[in-house]
């Protein structure tokens, strides 16, 4: 498998870039998060609240593209997904509280964003404060070795407020830049292959999983294996609860059908048959098993 990133096909298109959310505790992640999401709510002609299925999507209507945001902030989950070998983020949102300035989980967020090869695009948050200082901020910024863009850079530095909603359609610009820069694509053809971001049980409708397609398209009928999990997709939604009849590259997309809930991390790929995807099912369940009585027995 390709990393998506780098998909060769002819027929690829640009696609949304999937963007993950980091930084210092009580620096504003989830409030910019919840921010972002009501402006994806806003976007769309159908009026109601998201519900939180890990990813949504904020169409951005200018430009006629849009952008996946992970929905789950911190460093747990993306180490988590990275450990797995899964490499679905394409950009960092790296918050730090224009009030508070670099911390220690800034550094760790920033170390998280370097190893795995993405760029970062900084928000400085709570710029509604009064207290808030943002030129101090950036001068810790690049003596932590982040070269912004008004330095010469490629760094950019957005001031936001989740408050006041400041600075949130800079935010969406700047992110969208960066995006264009990477000239990510993918082929909505092939069959698809995803990443699962989030899975649980629910009490009628079973095992469901939020994957974020990154090639091809998910289509409802498809025949799926995800991680140990197999099964034929029953039903596909977006955030807003829609249903959806198929997810190509970069959209995430709620999932049902599944015999079982896969982890987060884990990679989606639809199979030719129900025989061949409960065969592949059954031999990753059977090593997942061999590797654990390994590790007991030394
Ligand atoms: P997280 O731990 O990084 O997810 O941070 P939260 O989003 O939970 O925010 C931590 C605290 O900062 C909460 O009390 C928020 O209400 C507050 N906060 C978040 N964003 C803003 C903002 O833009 N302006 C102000 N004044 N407070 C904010």
Redesign the pocket.
Same mark, same amino acid.
């Given at each position: 498998v390709l990393p998506p990133r780098e998909d060769l096909d002819a027929d690829a298109v640009a696609r949304p870039a999937v963007v993950t959310i980091m $930084? !210092? %505790? +009580? !620096? $504003? #992640? &989830? *409030?910019?998060l919840d921010a972002l999401r009501e402006s994806a709510v806003a976007a769309g002609e159908v009026g109601g609240i998201t519900q939180h299925i890990g990813a949504f999507q904020v169409p951005l209507p200018d430009s006629g593209t849009s952008l996946t945001f992970l929905d789950t902030?911190g460093h747990a989950a993306f180490s988590a997904m990275r450990a797995r070998g899964a490499s679905l983020t394409d950009i960092v949102v790296l %918050?730090v509280a224009a009030d508070d300035g670099v911390m220690p989980q800034t550094r760790e967020a920033f170390g998280h964003a370097a190893a795995a090869g993405c760029p970062i695009v900084v928000a400085l &948050? #709570?710029? +509604?404060?009064e207290d808030c200082d943002l030129e101090r901020v950036k001068r810790q910024l690049m003596a932590e070795g982040l070269e912004l863009e008004e330095s010469g850079g490629n760094v950019q530095v957005i001031a &936001? *407020?989740? &408050?006041?909603r400041a600075g949130l359609p800079e935010l969406e610009t700047a992110l969208l830049l960066q995006s264009d820069l990477m000239q990510l694509r993918a082929s909505p053809t092939r069959p698809a292959e995803g990443t699962v971001v989030e899975a649980r049980v629910d009490k009628g409708q079973g095992p469901v999983a939020t994957v974020v397609v990154q090639r091809g398209t998910l289509t409802v009928g498809d025949v799926i294996v995800a991680g140990q999990e197999w099964g034929r997709v029953r039903a596909l939604r977006d955030a807003r609860g829609e249903s959806l009849d198929s997810a190509g590259p970069g959209t995430p997309a709620e999932i049902s059908g599944l015999k079982g809930a896969p982890m987060a991390g884990d990679e989606l790929v639809v199979v030719p048959s129900e025989e061949r995807a409960r065969r592949v099912s059954e031999k990753r369940s059977e090593r997942a098993y061999l590797s654990l009585v390994n590790r007991k027995a030394k």
């Open positions: $930084g !210092h %505790v +009580d !620096h $504003g #992640k &989830t *409030s910019l902030p %918050v &948050t #709570k710029c +509604d404060r &936001t *407020s989740a &408050t006041t």
